[in-house]
């Protein structure tokens, strides 16, 4: 696609900054140019065709940093993805990733799969092959015996069998690598949330496996115990961070001083529904470990948007939904829309080519209706999504795009 977007208000970098009458001049899935409409205009030259959106604005696409494609967010969706052939599985995925995209966001890292099925789907999505969003894939997620989501295929015990899955999710072309540290709530039978599944010695070789190839490493920790071996082994991202103990919560300072000082990024994953969580884990319950995520974020722990899209109830158009979270923890439009484009990009460590509306990155471009930076509300009111420069068909349709 070759054209350039213009809108009342464009989206320029954090904080809030914008530019009044703001355009962009894609082509072949670039931003050649970003910046006030006369200028970009000027450098298309008149031959570009023009989508004109007066009462949008224009921002960078979204990023929803914990989802999982290979669950269907119904009432037992491990249940549903163990009964699916491969087939079924990827076919439901497809359509997955192509809900996200339909709400505005142009990338999501997926944090567990089965098989190779999210690598798959993201080399079809990159060729064009099919619609979505960028995928950044973690692949089969490292467990333990029984453990939470052995499902998926990745149970390890011991030294040589955490190395060999490591080496294998990355001979497989995945992204990251994904860890349970703790137990989870979706594995029936398997250990309690709180409860460690590795040493910190275990994480610490899952980590310099990850580095031997590059990649970073997600730790899905809810108890503490997990949490401070994540800490000491170095990951790069702690999913949930809830802060569970045998007999209640049980909050570390020095941990999350550690967490901060370190570089780690938390993804609390609040789910779309996280108002209904809530209500069934008990207000006040939930407004402590609420608070815990306020105070992290007032220690300059960086936090992360993610729905955790595919467990029951989070669904895959929902993260607007999972946006307002951040706004019950104190949070501005303007800093919530920072977290889900600049801050997002920045911790995945994509920051070279998404996350902003500028020269040489990629054309993940959203246009919405009103203002999103003095209202959150205007996210759901979508205009335009491109992905790597690719508009989905009802907008080629209604603008008649080349």
Not at 71 to 100: F, H, K, N, Q, S
Not at 193 to 218: D, H, M, N, S
């Amino acid at each position: 696609m070759q054209a350039v977007i213009t809108a009342g208000r464009m989206v320029t970098g954090p904080g809030g900054q914008e530019t009044a009458d703001g355009a962009v001049f894609v082509e072949k899935g670039v931003i050649t140019a970003a910046g006030p409409r006369a200028e970009v205009e000027a450098q298309a030259g008149p031959a570009v065709p023009r989508l004109a959106f007066p009462r949008g604005t224009l921002l960078p696409g979204l990023i929803d940093t914990h989802v999982h494609l290979a669950l269907d967010a119904g009432p037992d969706p491990v249940e549903t993805l163990r009964a699916a052939t491969d087939t079924e599985l990827y076919r439901g995925m497809a359509e997955r990733a192509g809900r996200l995209l339909a709400t505005g966001v142009t990338t999501v890292r997926d944090l567990g799969d089965r098989g190779g099925l999210a690598v798959r789907l993201r080399d079809e999505i990159a060729d064009g092959r099919l619609p979505g969003p960028r995928v950044l894939a973690a692949g089969t997620p490292l467990t333990g015996p029984g453990g939470h989501c052995w499902f998926l295929g990745g149970e390890v015990e011991g030294a040589d069998a955490i190395r060999a899955a490591v080496r294998r999710n990355a001979e497989g072309g995945v992204d990251l690598i994904k860890v349970m540290a703790t137990g989870g709530g979706i594995t029936k039978g398997g250990p309690p949330v709180w409860q460690a599944q590795f040493t910190t010695q275990e994480l610490r070789l899952v980590v310099e496996e990850a580095r031997r190839f590059g990649l970073p490493v997600a730790a899905h920790a809810h108890g503490t115990e997990g949490i401070a071996a994540a800490v000491a082994a170095g990951v790069d991202t702690i999913e949930h961070c809830t802060w569970m103990g045998r007999d209640g919560f049980d909050v570390r300072e020095d941990l999350v001083t550690a967490i901060a000082a370190q570089g780690i990024a938390v993804g609390p994953a609040a789910s779309p529904d996280w108002r209904g969580f809530a209500e069934r884990f008990g207000r006040e319950r939930a407004e402590e470990m609420f608070d815990r995520i306020r105070w992290m974020a007032r220690r300059g722990v960086r936090l992360l948007p993610g729905t955790d899209a595919g467990v029951s109830r989070a669904v895959f158009d929902g993260f607007v939904s999972s946006l307002e979270f951040f706004a019950h923890l104190g949070m501005t439009p303007a800093e919530i829309v920072d977290l889900a484009t600049t801050g997002a990009a920045r911790a995945l460590g994509i920051s070279h080519d998404t996350g902003r509306l500028a020269a040489g990155h990629r054309a993940d471009v959203l246009v919405v209706d009103g203002n999103p930076l003095a209202d959150l509300t205007a996210l759901r009111s979508v205009r335009l999504v491109l992905a790597a420069g690719r508009p989905l068909d009802r907008e080629l349709h209604r603008h008649g795009a080349p």
